[in-house]
């Protein structure tokens, strides 16, 4: 390990703009100040010039507010107030919301989960540096992706080997002020494991782990600052690292599981998510669905308990398009011919295929749901058979409750439908499942227009039934 690094602040870059090359800018403002690139350099650049290259920029004036920031707006202002910080208008708060993957606290200020899993203020989304006036920048979609493609151009253009990272400034647990962090890195890895070395003393160390990116970006940017200083790009020269492919910022992300700063639920909370989700069968919002929320909450759905810990359930995930058409015509021309043979009304049919059409057509995500039979126990009678089959099905309809309940947890809204089990065939050719999947229902997610009245709920004397009573 060098006793010694230096940090270079490369001057002349100038203001980007959507379409800029971002390598080609670098090379050139090095050039112009008399810097050569060298193996083993380290480039660091500050998140701004990213977005701003890749026209990740929006006006506040072309955004319209839904519910929840009309709501976030209207719970925030107050405490804004009270604390002394500026207020964010509803527009902004819907842009967070809209680079969010879940709102992990909401006082004076939006502490977010973004959709590469960095939890921070305001998702990121930051109107300094933004061009001035109503604009704001948004953190880069795929910061590894980008810090790669510079990395590579680089090589290409100077045939020199460096590092890429992108940085950005976050605040932290228990401490004020904003350090440098890491969101996007190429060549290097976001962590360094030091764990089987000596100490001082001859102890070997068993959990030395050093986040070295984020070190990396908090020393850059004690020169790039967070002002009027102008110096977007940062040369630290003297680092010395193992230089790695296919690396990803993921790696310094820590699993939920072992985060003690995410608070965890009280049971008032639990109480009030429990009793707050409702069945939604209205028209849902515009604003798009990230399916990784979805499948964020499969994931919680999979920790269902399940007979045998059999774990039955299977998710279809169907996004709009040709194939959920399809099986939507082709389980309504089903329905109908039922329907006919009931003596139904050619009237009575077309509200109830209309009913339901629209809703399954035109929501964000429609998912299927499905018990794999091939997973049940065989027995040599039929009534075993059967019971077997309960119990799957019980363990899917759990799975389905813990997917409604993280369905609500991430303010979507979604709506049960028993509508596979009446054309299971058709459901199972239209998609070409395997002859295992049994459909069982329909949820329909999506982000909510509309609040849902809580519908009545029978006394608890009405559903506990006393034995002792009866005697």
Known sequence: MNEKIDIIGLRGIPLITPGDNVPKVILKALKETNLDLENGDIILITQSIISKANGLIKNLKDIIPGKKALELYKNMTPKSNSMGIPVKNAELIQAILDESKEIIRSEHVLITETKHGFICANAGVDASNAGGGDNITLLPVKP???????????????????????????????REGAVGVAIGISGISALLDRRGEMDLYGRVLQSKIVGQVDNLASAAQLIMGEASEGLPVIIVRGYEFKFKENVSIKQIIREKSSDLFIGTFERSEWDKVLKERRSYKSEFSN????????EDCIEIARWAPSAHNGQFWRYIILEKGSIRNELINRMNLKLEQDLLKDGKSKTFIDEKINKTKYRFLNAPFLILLCLDNGFLHKYPDEERNMNEFILGVQSVSASATYFLLAIHAKELAACWYCAPVFSKQVVKETLKLPDSFEPMAFFTVGYPLKEVKAPSRKNLNEIIYDINAKR
């Not at 992706?145 to 080997?161: F, M, P, Q, V, Y």
């Not at 604003?287 to 979805?294: A, E, H, P, R, T």
Request: without cysteine; aromatic residues 6%; hydrophobic residues 35%.
């Open 144 to 174: 590894d992706e980008d810090a790669t493609k510079i990395r590579k151009e680089i090589k290409k253009l100077t045939n020199k080997d460096v590092a890429v990272i992108i940085t950005d400034s976050f605040g932290r647990p228990f």
């Open 287 to 294: 604003q798009s669905v990230d399916k990784n929320l979805i």
